[in-house]
């Protein structure tokens, strides 16, 4: 079992920045593949980025290639999202997500969700 738990969200002007994290309860931090998600109003929740579990393997979706950077600290149980540039369609509920099998851009693999934070980019 692990337990999710987002920080960092909050209001930004376009072109400023953010950093997420995502706290992780458990002893098996390091095995679990983590992605974050966003959810804007009205839409459906969506894949923002994966790392796997050792850090080495990173993906984006394109929107937020070249502006956010997913990282996490496995000694400190904790994912980030460092958010640069970021611009009012970024405006949305962060989730982070956590994986035991693997890293990848489906909602559906992941086995855990935190609560979520948000984001909004003011223009």
């Known amino acids: 079992q692990v337990q999710l738990v987002e920080s960092g969200g909050g209001l930004v002007q376009a072109g400023g920045s953010l950093r997420l994290s995502c706290a992780a309860s458990?002893?098996?931090?390091?095995?679990?593949?983590m992605g974050w998600f966003r959810q804007a109003p009205g839409k459906e929740r969506e894949f923002v980025a994966t790392?796997?579990?050792?850090?080495?393997?990173?993906y984006y979706t394109d929107s937020v290639k070249g502006r956010f950077t997913i990282s996490r600290d496995n000694a400190k149980n904790t994912m980030y999202l460092q958010m640069k540039s970021l611009k009012p369609e970024d405006t949305a509920v962060y989730y982070c997500?956590?994986?035991?099998?693997?890293?990848?851009?489906?909602?559906?693999?992941?086995?855990?969700w935190g609560q979520g934070t948000q984001v909004t980019v003011s223009s």
């Open positions: 997500a956590a994986d035991l099998m693997s890293w990848g851009t489906s909602m559906s693999q992941y086995d855990y």
């Open positions: 458990g002893r098996t931090f390091s095995m679990y593949g």
């Open positions: 790392i796997s579990g050792s850090g080495s393997n990173t």
